[in-house]
């Protein structure tokens, strides 16, 4: 069933969609407290409009989206939290394969997923095999990533490169920390789009944001719906992008 009426699509130009949409998906345990409900609620209700985002994006022709699921940071949270997250990743997997598989949705993730439970990483990798032959739009969860250590780790791949004589100094550029790094299949995003009205990146894809537009709404994350990507989709499309000139 579609997502989007011929009407709704009018107005988008679909020749110049972003291909590579980055998301923060914040708000939802602010949505929680404001409608009464637990944390965890949030949480999953959070999960559903992941996967009604990924319908939208595949049907409006983003190639594309990365999605902020579970930050380096996230480890400070109550460990009920914490445990409660990483359960809904598990229900999110087991419920969504069938899914993703036919609706043509390759799964990838990016971070370091070592940190989870035994069970959670056999079920990312379970589902990554599933979904390899997958073509109409890659979903990117960051789990367990933050920028920061992503490019730690990419500079430590860079270090051993060296050390080894497989990569001379003077060889060291960006062209080589962008292929160190977690993201080198992909295109930089073209626009990130971040829900609840903040503005901050959060330690999310420092690099690769560099010269992507960036699109704040001040809603909430549970609520953001097909519609609100139409909006953000039409604002990038208004904008003149420019690398530095």
């Given at each position: 069933m579609a997502v989007f009426t011929e009407k709704e699509l009018k107005p988008v130009n679909l020749k110049q969609v972003p291909r590579h949409v980055a998301f923060i998906m914040d708000g939802n345990r602010r949505w929680a407290k404001r409608n009464l409900f637990s944390i965890p609620a949030g949480h999953s209700q959070g999960v559903e409009t992941l996967n009604n985002m990924v319908r939208a994006?595949?049907?409006?022709?983003?190639?594309?989206?990365?999605?902020?699921?579970?930050?380096?940071?996230?480890?400070?949270?109550?460990?009920?939290?914490?445990?409660?997250?990483?359960?809904?990743?598990?229900?999110?997997?087991?419920?969504?394969?069938?899914?993703?598989?036919?609706?043509?949705?390759?799964?990838?993730?990016?971070?370091?997923?070592?940190?989870?439970?035994?069970?959670?990483?056999?079920?990312?990798?379970?589902?990554?095999?599933?979904?390899?032959?997958?073509?109409?739009?890659?979903?990117?969860?960051?789990?367990?990533?933050?920028?920061?250590?992503?490019?730690?780790?990419?500079?430590?791949?860079?270090?051993?490169?060296?050390?080894?004589?497989?990569?001379?100094?003077?060889?060291?550029?960006?062209?080589?920390?962008?292929?160190?790094?977690?993201?080198?299949?992909?295109?930089?995003?073209?626009?990130?789009?971040?829900?609840s009205g903040e503005k901050r990146l959060s330690n999310f894809l420092l690099w690769q944001l560099s010269y992507s537009e960036v699109y704040i709404t001040d809603t909430l994350w549970p609520e953001f719906g097909p519609q609100d990507l139409i909006k953000a989709i039409l604002d990038f499309q208004k904008r003149k992008r420019r690398w530095g000139t």
């Amino acid at each position: 069933m579609a997502v989007f009426t011929e009407k709704e699509l009018k107005p988008v130009n679909l020749k110049q969609v972003p291909r590579h949409v980055a998301f923060i998906m914040d708000g939802n345990r602010r949505w929680a407290k404001r409608n009464l409900f637990s944390i965890p609620a949030g949480h999953s209700q959070g999960v559903e409009t992941l996967n009604n985002m990924v319908r939208a994006c595949k049907e409006v022709g983003v190639q594309v989206m990365t999605c902020y699921a579970f930050s380096t940071e996230n480890w400070n949270r109550p460990k009920w939290e914490v445990n409660a997250l990483i359960e809904i990743f598990h229900k999110f997997l087991r419920e969504k394969k069938q899914e993703m598989i036919d609706e043509g949705v390759q799964l990838h993730t990016i971070g370091d997923i070592s940190a989870f439970p035994d069970s959670l990483i056999n079920l990312i990798h379970e589902v990554k095999e599933a979904t390899k032959e997958g073509t109409s739009i890659d979903l990117i969860l960051a789990l367990n990533y933050g920028a920061r250590d992503e490019i730690r780790r990419a500079t430590l791949k860079a270090l051993d490169l060296i050390e080894s004589g497989a990569l001379k100094r003077e060889e060291f550029t960006e062209d080589v920390i962008t292929e160190l790094l977690d993201t080198s299949k992909w295109p930089d995003p073209d626009v990130l789009i971040r829900t609840s009205g903040e503005k901050r990146l959060s330690n999310f894809l420092l690099w690769q944001l560099s010269y992507s537009e960036v699109y704040i709404t001040d809603t909430l994350w549970p609520e953001f719906g097909p519609q609100d990507l139409i909006k953000a989709i039409l604002d990038f499309q208004k904008r003149k992008r420019r690398w530095g000139t």
